[in-house]
């Protein structure tokens, strides 16, 4: 066995019961291992301890009889029972746990009957003891009939009974408490390693939010950077610009008419600047965006003039380009809170992309339809077309479809993100259908709800079409398709 006997049950309480036991049997009686040692024991007689146990010769003709007890275990009844190489009688129960011998229950060194004074006589010269004081030792020693035995040994048997369970009971928590040991070795292993990973994940986790605030800042600072440099570019444009308008008009009052080389190298010159001008602007509202600086100036007006407006003021533009441009809605007025000047944007961006990627003798429709919530606004081409793979991806900043170098219209990819960014302002949201080769489409849904403290005003529209200033803002928001 793994785990000493005396650790598992209380040898001291257990020998109690045996000292209580031996005031009413006075029979010697006690508990063995399984290798004959005493472990606890009471009444012991003088014959054994003082003369068979104490003399060389005699104690081995002990030793083999308690030795005898490992060849006897196999035997039918509560207990066995054996003569010692002394003359004395024991009666023996094997305390048994989980089919192994843990210890032995032995009542002992008693007789049937009158001992046989003669062998004990011979006994003392044997071994050369006082023959006097060694049958005065024999004459203390109990004479029980076997029914008395029969008895002693019932009380025994349940003794090695409730012996057995709590032994079980001990090994149980000796086992339990040496895997608790090693559960406890184990989490302090997983702990230790967990530790360290802790901490090398806290240095990651540092090191990680170091880059990251370096990032940001490095970021803030692109973008004031691009911010300053959009307005530092858009100055001198626009001055080129206002130069090329002013030439014109001069040119135009003094009645100078250019060759038509000459005429040409203007119109480049126009349309180049306006590209710039396009670009600078795109730029600066991506940065404003970005930084959340972009506002909406929004106004109860009625939306589905506006669209109409807009959509108008490009049809000679659509025309010369050979498209047709048509225009429908199942309403004629919806006052809702937009930011006109945005919505503007929206649609001169879905326009000029359906006018740049739809070829000579296509189609343009622009559709309006609501419900008592929404307004949805379709603009459709019947143009190339935007391939499945990419309808998702052309809403994020500079994403294109054709990146060739030999396409046959010029881009940011800044424009369709704009655009979602102005329709989320809007509470409204756009998604885009094509077919490649087919055509696309780009349908808006924008919420109905109105400013409750400012009046209604269905004529609040800023632009007005006439003006050569809208004529520029289309001019400017076209200028990528070349002419
Ligand atoms: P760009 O300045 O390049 O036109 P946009 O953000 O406006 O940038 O559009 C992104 C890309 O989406 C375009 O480059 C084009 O590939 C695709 N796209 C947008 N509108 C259409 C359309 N009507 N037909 C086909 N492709 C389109």
């Not at 039918?76 to 210890?103: D, T």
Request: charged content about 25%; overall charge neutral; some cysteine.
């Amino acid at each position: 066995m793994k785990y000493k006997l005396t650790n598992l049950i209380d040898i001291k309480q257990f020998q109690r019961l045996l000292e209580s036991f031996y005031v009413i049997s006075e029979i010697p009686h006690g508990l063995l291992d399984p290798d004959g040692n005493i472990l606890s024991g009471i009444g012991w007689q003088n014959i054994c301890t003082k003369f068979h146990r104490v003399n060389t010769k005699s104690a081995l003709n002990c030793k083999k009889s308690d030795l005898s007890i490992k060849d006897k275990l196999n035997f039918q009844g509560i207990y066995n029972m054996y003569q010692c190489k002394n003359g004395l009688m024991e009666a023996f129960i094997p305390v048994i746990v989980e089919g192994e011998h843990i210890a032995t229950l032995i009542l002992g060194q008693f007789l049937f009957s009158t001992p046989d004074i003669e062998y004990f006589r011979k006994q003392a010269q044997i071994f050369d003891f006082d023959e006097n004081t060694y049958l005065k030792a024999l004459s203390q020693v109990p004479i029980i009939s076997k029914e008395e035995l029969n008895t002693y040994m019932n009380y025994f048997f349940e003794v090695s009974k409730i012996l057995s369970s709590l032994i079980l009971k001990g090994l149980n928590q000796k086992k339990n408490e040496a895997l608790l040991k090693e559960h406890n070795t184990n989490l302090e292993k997983i702990v230790v390693a967990r530790t360290a990973q802790l901490t090398q994940m806290n240095t990651q986790i540092e090191k990680k939010e170091r880059k990251l605030k370096e990032t940001i800042a490095f970021d803030q600072l692109r973008t004031e950077f691009f911010a300053n440099l959009s307005h530092e570019i858009k100055t001198p444009i626009n001055l080129i610009s206002s130069v090329i308008q002013l030439l014109e008009l001069e040119m135009k009052s003094n009645e100078i008419s250019l060759s038509s080389v000459m005429d040409r190298r203007l119109n480049i010159l126009k349309q180049n600047s306006n590209r710039l001008l396009k670009l600078t602007n795109n730029l600066i509202d991506v940065t404003k965006i970005d930084c959340g600086y972009l506002k909406l100036n929004l106004q109860n007006c009625n939306i589905i003039n506006i669209i109409e407006n807009i959509t108008l003021s490009v049809a000679d533009y659509i025309k010369n380009k050979n498209m047709e441009l048509l225009f429908d809605t199942t309403t004629e007025e919806i006052i809702t809170a937009i930011d006109p000047t945005m919505i503007e944007r929206i649609m001169l961006n879905l326009l000029s992309n359906a006018v740049k990627f739809t070829n000579p003798g296509g189609k343009i429709i622009v559709n309006i339809t609501n419900s008592k919530k929404e307004i949805i606004l379709s603009i459709k081409d019947t143009g190339i077309g935007i391939p499945k793979d990419q309808l998702d991806l052309i809403f994020n900043p500079f994403r294109q479809v054709n990146k060739s170098l030999t396409r046959s219209h010029e881009g940011s990819g800044m424009g369709l993100s704009i655009v979602k960014s102005l329709v989320n302002m809007h509470q409204g949201t756009i998604m885009a259908k094509s077919k490649h080769n087919k055509g696309s489409e780009f349908i808006i849904t924008f919420p109905i709800k109105k400013l409750p403290s400012i009046e209604n005003t269905s004529e609040c529209y800023p632009l007005d079409y006439s003006k050569n200033t809208h004529i520029e803002i289309i001019n400017i928001e076209f200028s990528d398709i070349y002419s």
